[in-house]
């Protein structure tokens, strides 16, 4: 029995010693067969290749001006297609609604038809612009003296007698009919609007309270322009996209775009009515217009963007910068896309 032991133990420590020999650990679990053994992978980290881009993915919830919300619509449903991962929640509801939404965090991007205020950057709004249209004064197609303004157009300073001091009350004294007594019904916002705020300074103004002095207020840009195309005696200002039809190209139906008299003579030149979607747009784009009230629409967020909401904004204004002219907007010009460029990234 010692025998056996012994000779056991004999071949336990030659079979250990003949291990030790071939540099295999004491320690070592049964190796698998070479066949089946896969190659180990490389240890160095500087050999690894870099992970390949995760798709972009999230939901990005957006608000604000309604002069920007047409084409917001556009550029969400073309970069879903582009990354199926990205979704949206886009909202009309007035450039002060996106401004407070942004500050506010409920949304991530603000559409914000106007300039950034110094308070509103110091509470951490970021704004890039994107885009530029205008807002343009409307009154009813049945207006009385339709032909006439048509001939000869509303001056700035006339403008201003009817939007902020109250000075011009009837129709006739726009004309210079004084037989005409028919009363000015001046309707604006009653929410904050990006578009208010440019009328008014063009108007005279500084802000849009100035115009809720003289006139009637009308809450959502849509609802005013409705109010102002049943009123025969009443007059507004829209923005480019609520007062032209891109779809058909011209003037929404009912409504009627006077000219500016810009030289204030009561004499108008041909490039000054604007029949057509591509005649306003095309105005804006040439500086033919006046600015204010021809304006940049913002996107606003609440510190630099990052992420998928900065990735989305790059591509705006980029790749999406084509989409602007055939929706009745004014591209970046080369300039303006690479200083816009440079602050989002």
Same mark, same amino acid.
């Given at each position: 029995?010692?025998?056996?032991?012994?000779?056991?133990?004999?071949?336990?420590?030659?079979?250990?010693?003949?291990?030790?020999?071939?540099?295999?650990?004491?320690?070592?679990?049964?190796?698998?067969?070479?066949?089946?053994?896969? $190659?180990?992978?490389? +240890?160095? $980290?500087?050999?690894?290749?870099?992970?390949?881009?995760?798709?972009?993915?999230?939901? #990005?919830? *957006?608000?604000?001006?309604?002069? %920007?919300?047409?084409?917001?619509?556009?550029?969400?449903?073309?970069?879903?297609?582009?990354?199926?991962?990205?979704?949206?929640? +886009?909202?009309?509801?007035?450039? =002060?609604?996106?401004?407070? @939404?942004?500050?506010?965090?409920?949304?991530? *991007?603000?559409?914000?038809?106007?300039?950034?205020?110094?308070?509103?950057?110091?509470?951490?709004?970021?704004?890039?612009?994107?885009?530029? @249209?205008?807002?343009?004064?409307? #009154?009813?197609?049945?207006?009385?003296?339709?032909?006439? *303004?048509?001939?000869?157009?509303?001056?700035?300073?006339?403008?201003?007698? /009817?939007? /902020?001091?109250?000075?011009?009350?009837?129709?006739?004294?726009?004309?210079? @009919?004084?037989?005409? $007594?028919?009363?000015?019904?001046?309707?604006?916002?009653?929410?904050?609007?990006?578009?208010?705020?440019?009328?008014?300074?063009?108007?005279?103004?500084? &802000?849009?309270?100035? %115009?809720?002095?003289?006139?009637?207020?009308?809450?959502?840009?849509?609802?005013? &322009?409705?109010? +102002?195309?049943?009123?025969?005696? =009443? #007059?507004?200002?829209?923005?480019?996209?609520? !007062?032209?039809?891109?779809?058909?190209?011209?003037?929404?139906?009912?409504?009627?775009?006077?000219? /500016?008299?810009?030289?204030?003579?009561?004499?108008? $030149?041909?490039?000054? !009515?604007?029949?057509?979607?591509?005649?306003?747009?095309?105005? &804006?784009?040439?500086?033919?217009?006046?600015?204010?009230?021809?304006?940049?629409?913002? %996107?606003?967020?609440?510190?630099?963007?990052? =992420? &998928?909401?900065?990735?989305?904004?790059?591509?705006?204004?980029?790749?999406?910068?084509? @989409?602007?002219?055939?929706?009745?907007?004014?591209?970046?010009?080369?300039?303006?896309?690479?200083?816009?460029?440079?602050?989002?990234?």
């Amino acid at each position: 029995m010692k025998n056996m032991f012994f000779k056991l133990l004999s071949l336990v420590v030659v079979g250990m010693l003949a291990l030790s020999a071939c540099g295999s650990p004491a320690t070592a679990t049964p190796a698998v067969p070479t066949a089946a053994q896969p $190659t180990a992978a490389p +240890v160095a $980290t500087s050999t690894v290749a870099a992970p390949t881009a995760q798709p972009l993915s999230g939901t #990005i919830n *957006i608000s604000g001006a309604f002069a %920007l919300y047409p084409m917001m619509t556009v550029w969400a449903a073309e970069y879903t297609k582009l990354n199926p991962g990205v979704q949206f929640n +886009v909202q009309a509801g007035g450039a =002060g609604k996106g401004m407070t @939404d942004t500050l506010a965090g409920a949304v991530d *991007i603000g559409m914000v038809s106007r300039d950034i205020q110094p308070a509103e950057v110091t509470k951490g709004a970021y704004g890039v612009p994107v885009a530029k @249209d205008a807002v343009f004064p409307v #009154i009813s197609a049945q207006n009385p003296v339709l032909a006439d *303004i048509m001939a000869k157009g509303i001056s700035q300073a006339t403008f201003k007698k /009817i939007f /902020i001091t109250g000075e011009i009350t009837t129709w006739g004294q726009v004309v210079g @009919d004084a037989k005409n $007594t028919d009363a000015i019904h001046v309707y604006t916002r009653s929410d904050s609007a990006g578009a208010a705020d440019e009328w008014a300074l063009f108007c005279g103004g500084k &802000v849009q309270a100035d %115009l809720l002095k003289t006139a009637i207020g009308v809450n959502g840009e849509p609802a005013l &322009v409705a109010t +102002v195309i049943k009123d025969p005696l =009443g #007059i507004s200002y829209s923005n480019l996209n609520s !007062v032209f039809d891109v779809t058909s190209g011209n003037i929404v139906t009912g409504a009627a775009v006077p000219p /500016i008299d810009a030289s204030g003579t009561g004499q108008i $030149t041909p490039d000054e !009515v604007y029949k057509t979607t591509a005649d306003a747009v095309n105005a &804006v784009a040439a500086g033919k217009y006046p600015s204010p009230p021809a304006r940049f629409e913002n %996107l606003v967020t609440k510190g630099k963007p990052t =992420g &998928v909401v900065q990735a989305f904004i790059v591509w705006i204004l980029t790749d999406g910068q084509k @989409d602007l002219s055939q929706a009745g907007y004014v591209p970046l010009t080369a300039d303006q896309q690479t200083a816009a460029l440079a602050k989002v990234k």
